[in-house]
């Protein structure tokens, strides 16, 4: 096993990682910015070094001072998170090239899924559904008129190397379609230094589901069921859980072998997430995958009992899985709630002093954060200050455990999203299950706070 391991992020999933490694022997290397210099990752860690200013690109984004780091405490693998540059192909490369273990899956793998008419081709040919639309890219405007023409309406217009939310136009009618597109590919080549683009069928009312996958060096791949992860605002996720309310025992089946198959199909190593967006039939499609881990792992960890975080540096380390795909079942429900500091209604960030932290405790809760009394939120980062996690027999006895963990946390001194998450548990469209991506935004509509 590695001796020592740097950890390439900040936060709460800097906090995780640490505990990861402590829990199996390892030595952890924190990397911190001027700003994070009493963040919790950085004083948890058993060494850490200062990597540049405030600003991520001068730091967290910084592979010269990250490398220099690595080299400087003699760590052996590097564990990138997620975010910053979990999902940085040529970072994972250069890691590997200067002789240490990338904690994530080949560079060649991320790089077929990062470019998403390159990912499209590969699932294709894997058997993987697709959104329907263009065949890969879409050279000019002709040949995009011609699909618009037999797709129909509405559609979305796609920026191959996006990501993150951007690079995306929904068009609702001809009129204004030639100059959707042709705004589209201007500004995917400004913004991504690439202006292929391609056409999907925009799909009304979907929910977001997504597979876990695990794979090791030695050819086997699993996947530990999916998360529904409609809860969105944004294209943000709020709330996740572990399994979808809403899909039956054939979909789930179909849906996570959809997953497996993805994963196959670029040899994946490590941890990994294939998205899907799925229809009130419960026809699904795949979206992308990430080829990382993910802020709601923990819902995962919590049904299927296996330590992904674990698990990632046992795999970087070449070890075989411990198990098989029969011997993963899902055991309950979990849901996660993610603690932001911003105003639950108007979303506006809230840096500053947490005055007092109280986390909720009890039988089946788990938080995940890098708060304490006295921390001062930097205003340069995420506004995700923890997640809130409750696992019970069933997702109603679920429901009500993280309504009485949310109702016990105390954070004073900055604002945070708990009463959001208060009138969301409270929902009945939610108890119910009954949701799709839309849902809280048009909710938060209807309520106009
Ligand atoms: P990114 O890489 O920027 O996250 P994705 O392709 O994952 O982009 O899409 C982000 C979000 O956009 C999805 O979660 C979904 O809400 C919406 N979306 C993307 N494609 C479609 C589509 N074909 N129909 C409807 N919504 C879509």
Redesign the pocket.
């Given at each position: 096993m590695f001796h020592k391991i740097l950890i390439a992020n900040r936060g709460e999933i800097a906090v995780r990682i640490i505990r990861a490694c402590k829990e199996l022997g390892i030595r952890s290397v924190a990397v911190y910015s001027e700003a994070d210099r009493d963040c919790m990752h950085a004083r948890l860690a058993d060494e850490s070094v200062c990597i540049g200013p405030a600003s991520s690109s001068l730091s967290y984004l910084n592979i010269a001072a990250i490398m220099a780091a690595a080299e400087l405490t003699d760590a052996q693998a590097i564990h990138p998170g997620f975010g910053f540059l979990a999902e940085n192909a040529e970072f994972a490369e250069i890691v590997n090239e200067s002789g240490l273990v990338w904690i994530g899956p080949t560079p060649e793998s991320m790089r077929i899924m990062g470019d998403?008419v390159t990912a499209k081709k590969k699932m294709e040919i894997a058997g993987v559904p697709l959104?329907p639309g263009s065949d890969g890219a879409v050279k000019d405007i002709e040949e995009a008129r011609a699909i618009a023409k037999k797709s129909g309406f509405p559609l979305?217009i796609?920026a191959s190397a996006?990501?993150?939310?951007?690079?995306?136009k929904v068009v609702h009618s001809e009129a204004s379609f030639s100059n959707a597109f042709s705004m589209c590919k201007a500004e995917a080549g400004a913004a991504f230094g690439d202006d292929t683009v391609f056409i999907?069928?925009?799909?009304v009312e979907?929910r977001?589901i997504e597979v876990q996958v695990l794979g090791d060096t030695h050819g086997n791949i699993v996947h530990l069921y999916e998360r529904e992860c409609s809860m969105?605002r944004n294209?943000q996720k709020v709330l996740e859980e572990a399994p979808s309310p809403s899909i039956d025992a054939e979909t789930r089946e179909k849906i996570c072998a959809a997953g497996l198959a993805a994963a196959k199909a670029v040899d994946y190593v490590g941890a990994g997430t294939i998205?899907f967006?799925m229809n009130a039939d419960n026809s699904f499609y795949f979206?992308?995958m990430n080829t990382r881990i993910q802020v709601e792992h923990p819902v995962t960890e919590w049904i299927t009992g296996v330590d992904l975080i674990e698990w990632q540096i046992r795999v970087a380390n070449g070890e075989k899985l411990a198990f098989k795909q029969e011997d993963l079942k899902i055991k309950g429900h979990a849901i996660e709630c993610r603690i932001n500091a911003e105003h639950p209604f108007k979303f506006t960030p809230s840096p500053g002093t947490v005055e007092l932290y109280h986390a909720p405790g009890g039988r089946s809760v788990r938080v995940d954060s890098h708060l304490y009394t006295g921390y001062k939120i930097p205003p340069h980062y995420d506004s995700m200050i923890g997640k809130i996690i409750t696992h019970a027999r069933d997702r109603e006895k679920c429901i009500r455990r993280m309504q009485r963990a949310i109702d016990e946390l105390v954070v004073l001194g900055v604002t945070t999203n708990q009463e959001l998450h208060q009138r969301l548990l409270a929902n009945p469209g939610f108890q119910k299950g009954e949701f799709n991506?839309h849902f809280l935004e048009k909710w938060l509509k209807q309520m106009s706070l």
């Open positions: 998403k959104v979305i796609k996006g990501g993150g939310g951007r690079g995306m999907e069928k925009f799909l979907p977001h969105q294209n998205e967006l979206m992308e991506i």
